[in-house]
């Protein structure tokens, strides 16, 4: 912490063009190295190939947006004037800019802690801060080598700190330290108990959700299927995104069952180094609850589509039909390859089920009806809701939030960057005499009178230093103001 602290100091004084050019390069270096940490993702948290291997360039890939986004956004400032206010004379102006905050703490999850890394690390950096990263205990070899990749290409020492360890041993001394002026974190419940914790402290959280799928009776059937399967089960159920409850009108759920039953059939099961479509979960405490899960949902009666089968932490793909309010798996998130389908009578009844959920991160609607959709879209509780599509995160650009136990803050590329700066205001206050001098000079500027510099063409013009100034602040020149008279001339010019 106090190396980050040294080195913020004078990286927020390195000119914006600079970090931009170094997190460029860190992105060219972090797509070389897409193969040893695409490795990582692998064996450590059973990814599969093809997938660790989009996630690494995916991730080199925001690192550089962030980059162009990080000076069109960072390079502006905002002028305001006194009289835009009610009562008051335009003898003040405010000129207010972006800067760091400091020191930010970074706290990626395991399914994605290389993406969900960066995605932190590049808005912190471009905005001048520090960054001590926290990686999962799974992930953290990958987590690692993708760090090294930022001080290969040249980043100051002290400014990119990886710190691993179990939360559970190192996560309070973190998330409390006094030198932490910002905390990201994606993840758990864990995030309540950092909220608590963490004092004031600007909080940027996405703690999970239980995303709905709330079908109607016009959709189509096989795009249905088809992101049923897709948003349920890739990546064996382990993302915040995926489908987490099928709510589907009476009427059409035996044929959709029936197709998603035939799809869950194809999908190969096994290791991640032969590209399986269902991988092992992460931990074996993972495989038990989501045991537990469908072991409460077969003693109340809910439907087994498929035979529950499970051989350590790999955990078949499996889809619960007829489940009912009173089973804990239509509230509880599984984080595996578990779907529960819960048949509706009416949209409102799978409105309410959708927003009696403790969780609002995504939802998705299918339907023809776009009128339908949009004013499901508009009753859902939830961040974000995806129309005849599954729920997903980005492109990483997009707003990314969750309402409720779902998470604080938004995120996304241009949304992170401003919750990583805060805003300073430099004000000035004139007599009216200094204001009426002021704007009497800039109309000049404006006007080329003032300043002059010849230019090869015979005509004198404006010294374009002075006029870019006189066009910023003279945008709100008064109209009412005294003109320029020839008595006035000597004191402008003076």
């Not at 980050?4 to 390069?25: D, F, G, S, Y």
């Not at 960072?74 to 207010?96: A, H, I, Q, T, W």
């Not at 959709?256 to 059939?265: R, Y």
């Not at 939802?363 to 005849?388: H, L, P, R, W, Y």
């Amino acid at each position: 912490m106090d190396a980050a602290k040294v080195a913020q100091k004078a990286w927020a004084r390195t000119p914006l063009w600079k970090r931009a050019e170094l997190l460029h390069k860190a992105a060219a270096i972090l797509k070389e190295h897409k193969a040893p940490i695409a490795e990582c993702l692998v064996k450590e948290i059973a990814k599969p190939a093809k997938d660790a291997v989009s996630e690494v360039v995916r991730s080199g890939d925001l690192v550089s947006y962030t980059a162009e986004e990080g000076v069109r956004i960072l390079g502006e400032g905002k002028l305001l004037v006194s009289d835009s206010f009610p009562g008051n004379e335009r003898n003040k102006y405010c000129l207010s800019s972006k800067v760091p905050l400091g020191v930010v703490l970074a706290i990626p999850p395991f399914n994605y802690p290389v993406n969900l890394a960066v995605s932190k690390i590049g808005p912190a950096l471009i905005a001048g801060n520090a960054l001590v990263l926290k990686p999962p205990t799974q992930g953290a070899v990958a987590a690692l080598h993708m760090v090294h990749c930022f001080h290969l290409a040249g980043f100051p020492k002290g400014l990119i700190s990886c710190v691993t360890g179990k939360g559970s041993e190192i996560g309070d001394f973190l998330t409390m330290h006094p030198g932490v002026n910002c905390i990201s974190f994606t993840g758990g419940d864990t995030g309540i108990a950092i909220s608590k914790k963490a004092g004031m402290v600007p909080l940027q959280m996405e703690l999970g959700g239980k995303d709905a799928c709330i079908v109607l009776e016009d959709a189509d059937l096989d795009l249905v299927t088809a992101n049923i399967v897709k948003g349920g089960f890739s990546y064996s159920g382990q993302r915040c995104t995926a489908v987490k409850v099928v709510l589907i009108m009476e009427s059409i759920a035996d044929a959709v069952v029936e197709k998603v039953k035939a799809k869950l059939a194809k999908l190969k099961v096994g290791s991640p180094e032969d590209d399986s479509d269902i991988t092992p979960v992460v931990t074996e405490s993972s495989a038990n609850f989501i045991e537990a899960l469908v072991m409460d949902a077969k003693e109340k009666g809910a439907t087994f589509c498929q035979e529950y089968r499970r051989e350590g932490n790999l955990i078949w793909p499996l889809l619960l039909d007829h489940v009912r309010p009173d089973m804990r798996i239509a509230w509880e998130e599984p984080f595996g390859p578990v779907l529960p389908v819960i048949r509706i009578n009416s949209v409102e009844e799978g409105i309410h089920h959708c927003n009696a959920s403790n969780f609002g991160l995504q939802g998705c609607v299918f339907t023809k009806d776009i009128n339908k959709a949009i004013m499901i879209s508009d009753a859902m509780e939830t961040g974000t809701v995806q129309i005849n599509s599954a729920p997903a995160r980005g492109p990483d650009h997009f707003p990314f939030q969750g309402l409720k136990d779902s998470g604080i803050g938004s995120q996304g590329i241009t949304n992170s960057i401003n919750m990583m700066t805060k805003i300073i205001n430099d004000e000035y206050s004139m007599t009216k005499y200094q204001a009426n001098l002021l704007w009497l000079g800039l109309e000049r500027l404006v006007r080329c009178e003032s300043v002059n510099r010849q230019d090869g063409d015979g005509d004198a013009d404006a010294d374009p230093r002075f006029v870019v100034v006189a066009r910023l602040l003279g945008q709100h020149y008064p109209s009412n103001a005294p003109p320029a008279t020839a008595d006035r001339t000597e004191v402008i010019d003076d």
